[in-house]
Every structure is written in C-alpha cells, then in structure tokens.
C-alpha cells in the first residue's frame, strides 16, 4: 500500500486546573499541622504528542493542629503557602486524555518567609463531550526547601489528591467533530486528443493510455491504474495491507497530499476494526536519486509521518512500528520519471499476528517488504 503524509497543525494553549486537598507529613510539619486544601492553574505549551512546557501559580492552606513542642518557639496558627514555578507535562501514552505527570521548581512564600520548592503530580483524565474539556483524579507532592541555617531547618513535605480539570489538546481527525480532513480536489479530467482516439470501454479514457480498455472505469494519475474500475476495499495479501488507490510523495516531500486523507481514514478503520493484526510495521522508500544517506532519513520521516496521521484517527501507537528503508527496495526498476515517482512511497507490512488460539506468531515475508 502506497501513501504520504502531512504534518500536525500547532495545538493552541492547554490550562490545567487542580483543586484538592492536602496533609503534611513528616515531623514537625506533620503533627502541628492537619488537614488543608490547594488549588493551582497551569498553563501549558505543547512541544509535541507527549510533552510540553508549563508555568504555574497557586496557594496552599493548613489547618492549625498542635503548637510547637518544643516551647520557646511560638506558636504559629494555620500554614499558608503560594507559589510559582515553571516545568514541564508529559503525557507517555496519548495525545487526548489519559494518563499523565508534571513536575516542576520555583518560588513559595510561605509565610512571612521566601523559599525554593518543587512539586510533582500524577493523574488520569477522561475526555469529557465532544470538546476539549478533560477531567479526572490526581495525587500530588510538594516540597518546600529550608535553608541549613534556619532555627528548624527540616524541609516541609506535602501530599494533596483531588480532581484535575484541563482544556486539552484538540483531537484531529474527521471521526472526532473537529478539524475535517480537507476535502479531496477532484480528479483532474483526462487531456482532450486533438483527433479522434479509440475508446473500446467508452469510459473517457483513450485506449492508448487505459490500463483496463475492456472495462469502463475512472481517469488516474497512475497509469497503472487509469481508466480502470475503483476499489474502495482495504485487503490483505500474504502479510501484506493493500487499497485500490495509490498515492505517492512529490520528490523530497513528506507532506500528506490532501487526496490521501480519506486513504489513511479508512487504513486506520481496518486496522483498529482487526485487533488480531498486532504489529504494523510503515516501511518509507524513496527514488534513487539523491545521497543514500538523505533518501534513507527522507524514507524513514514519511513512514514516520504517516504513523503520526494513523495514530491521531485512533490507531493505538503501539501497534505501529516504522522503518525507512531508501532506495533500497525500488517498486519499479527503471529510471524514467514515472518509475522515480512509482518508488516515493510508503508500504504496510503485517509484522505479528493473533491466531484465534490467542497466540501471537511473526508471518513470513511474501509480499511483504523486499
């Protein structure tokens, strides 16, 4: 199967809200201190899928439990805290919701007192609707740092579990509600003869140029394929995924042609609706023109970039596998521009298999990748 790719449009600004409560542990904070609340706000720029920079401010309050035991230090009521630090969200295993971390350093005034601190939480989201709005539980530690000449110079340790509300990243793909594929520019019609040509199947396309002149069928730019009927159905041949349609990269570009869009929808639809094919390893080529060094990276960003595309329509990540291969395995041995644009291309590969045992097995290589 032959495909390309486009990258991902910048996701604006994600806001992370946290409200919970909180506890000190660890003496003396822990037993002059009880139970308490904390609420912060983060603002957070993405970077990519899984991570991004973030800065936040929030406050933090202790209930007062027990004065000092040691009696010459007086006693001090109920703790307060705010703070602002900068860090950085990570999200491992998914670009929409799920699980996640952050940790962070920066100021605290604690009291009449400024201090260094740094933070860290862990949570899971859920995407609530059809919007960007995430929400789920979420455990956090703070630890504020005294200094070694302070009168009591043990640093302040506490935990805090609550609910985590965040506008989160726009799911992609014309599947979620947002941001619809671009819609398909029509083919280009078949050029005008200047004379009179022979059209057996009377589909439009000259018998000169029809791969199928016996049966009506539909103008490509393949000519492997022009004037041939459309096949809309994604198949399976030896281990290999196949589709009617072929698309290919212009010379150099990893970007998706917006033609192709409605191909990686229905690619992803047919993997996701086969969970027994558990590894699909993207193996990217390019033509042979060019170092074998460049076409070898160029090769490997377009299986990468078509992995991206497969992902944001649902495919889980860790079902797809990626390789670049270069010139190394051409589709078309020659060396006209038809035959460069023939090999620009991006293959699918069935790389482990379920049996209906349950047991997982690695199939041969036929029709596979050469």
Known sequence: MLLTGRSATADPLRWHLELGGAHAVGDPQGSEFGPGGEGRLAAELALGRAIGLQVEGGSLWLGHASPPADPSIADHGDGTAVFAMGGVHVRPFTEVAGPWL???VGYVRTGTLDRVGFDAHIGYDWRVGQDRWDVGPYAGYLQVVQPGETLRPGDAHIVSVGIHVALGAKRIGPSAGFAAEPPAPPEPPA?????????????GVADASDACPDVPGVPTRDPTTNGCPPSDVVRVVDNRIEYGQVVLFDTGSTVLATD???????LADFINAN?????????G???????????RRLSQARADAVREILVRFGVSAARLTTEGFGFSHPRAQGHTEDDWRQNRRVEFLISKIRDAHG?????GTPGGHP
């Open 102 to 104: 952050d940790a962070n």
């Open 191 to 203: 050029p005008a003869p200047t004379m009179p040509e022979s059209d057996r199947d009377a589909d």
């Open 260 to 266: 192709a869009w409605g191909v990686v929808q229905r």
């Open 275 to 283: 969970p027994q094919y558990e590894r699909v390893n993207i193996g």
């Open 285 to 295: 080529h390019a033509d042979e023109r060019g170092p074998e060094e460049l076409n």
């Open 359 to 363: 047991t997982s097995t690695t199939p």
